[in-house]
Every structure is written in C-alpha cells, then in structure tokens.
C-alpha cells in the first residue's frame, strides 16, 4: 500500500507562519493534494502540485519535490479560521488517490 | 457548499437495522467515490464508480453495499452493521476519474454511529 506522513498536530499564533510537512512513498506519482477539513464539514481543494517547485495562493503555498517524496504546506498571516485539519493526498501510478491521516492545526489568538 | 450533499448528516442504528446513505452531485461529474473517515485515520477509499460503472472495491466487507443508478447519485447500502463501522462517511466527485490532476469535491458526510 501508499505510505503518507504528515504530523498529527499543530498549534501556532494568530499572525505567525505554520509549515506543515508531508512525506510519501507510492508506486509511481501522478500529483499531490491539500485539503482543508473543519470539523464536522467536507474536505475542500487547497493545492495540487505535479512538478517540483513552490505554487503560490494568496496566504497559502504548496511545495514539491519529488525526488525527496516531500511537500509541505505553508500557511501565512494565521487567522482564527485557519484552525482545521490539512489533509495531505498522492495520486499514485494507477490514479487512485491515498490520503494521510491528517494535521490538526490549532490557531490561539 | 461543494456541490455534492449528502442525506442524512447524522444516523444512529442498531446491528440489525438496514438503512441507506444518499449522495447527490450537481457538478456533472462522472466519477463518484465513498470514503470511510474514521478518528486519526487516513480517508479509506471504499468504492469507485465511473459512468455508472463500479470500477474500484477496496475489499469492504459486504454488509457496504453500493448503487450508482446514474452519474448524479450514489447510495450506500447498509445491514448488520458493527460497531466499529461507526465513523464519518465522506462522497465525493470528480470529473471522470482519470485525470491526474483533477481535484475531487467533497460532501458534508454522514455522521454514522453503530449500536
């Protein structure tokens, strides 16, 4: 099976910078994934990087390199409202999509 | 708002009962997916469906019963559950299942506790 790891939680200031790590190990790669999930709700689309590099959106960042099978997202200027879980997907060889368990992150004022 | 929901949000049944989730997608989308969420664990695929067609069974256990009448909805059919299938169910959707980077659209779920 796809092996993905991110960390379990996290907590940071409102206004700081959090940088949430995620390895992976699959068979063969066809792109990866960030969601969003607060709680009790849907996960929704953050990111999706297939070549290595940084995308930038607004106060997000997604980061790639798939020789080291290592992103990470970067959340800036922390709100309140950031405080969720970020779930971290690959899609492998075979297009099927393999999520990590997730990091909570905790935003405190 | 997704665009894909899910009926109900919240259910509560005995091992015995037989009950069914419902998922409707109003994307025109092609391909739709269940998931299985449970505490600190990774989304666990279930089922995939492609026009129509059940193209993935991730070995669940046949007590899960899937139905795609059309490319809009997907159902979950459920009987003798266990208490351990107690968790979070998640539908989703995408475009047509084959695309590396499609995203795919997620509803609210349906929040399932097995008495």
């Known amino acids: 099976g796809q092996n993905i790891d991110q960390p379990t939680e996290m907590t940071a200031t409102e206004g700081a910078i959090v940088q949430i790590n995620c390895t992976y190990q699959t068979s063969g790669f066809n792109g990866l994934f960030w969601y969003q999930q607060h709680a009790g709700e849907a996960p929704t689309f953050l990111s999706y990087?297939?070549?290595?590099g940084l995308e930038e959106k607004g106060r997000f960042s997604s980061f790639l390199s798939r020789s080291k099978g290592y992103s990470y997202l970067l959340l800036k200027e922390l709100q309140m409202k950031d405080s969720a879980s970020y779930l971290c997907?690959?899609?492998?060889?075979?297009?099927?999509?393999?999520f990590g368990a997730g990091t909570t992150v905790t935003v405190r004022a | 708002e997704t665009g894909v929901t899910q009926t109900p949000r919240h259910l509560v049944m005995g091992m015995t009962n037989k009950k069914s989730l419902k998922c409707e997608q109003h994307l025109g989308h092609n391909a739709m997916y269940w998931y299985k969420q449970s505490a600190k664990k990774p989304l666990e695929l279930m089922f995939v469906?492609?026009?129509?067609?059940?193209?993935e069974n991730n070995s669940v256990p046949s007590r899960f019963s899937p139905e795609c009448p059309n490319s809009s909805h997907l159902f979950l059919h459920l009987h003798t559950l266990q208490p351990e299938d107690s968790a979070l169910y998640l539908c989703?959707?995408?475009?047509?299942?084959?695309?590396?980077?499609?995203?795919?659209?997620f509803g609210p779920g349906t929040r399932l506790l097995v008495l």
């Open positions: 469906y492609n026009f129509k067609e059940q193209t």
């Open positions: 990087n297939v070549l290595d």
């Open positions: 997907a690959v899609r492998d060889g075979d297009y099927k999509l393999s």
């Open positions: 989703a959707s995408s475009q047509d299942g084959t695309s590396g980077g499609e995203t795919q659209y």
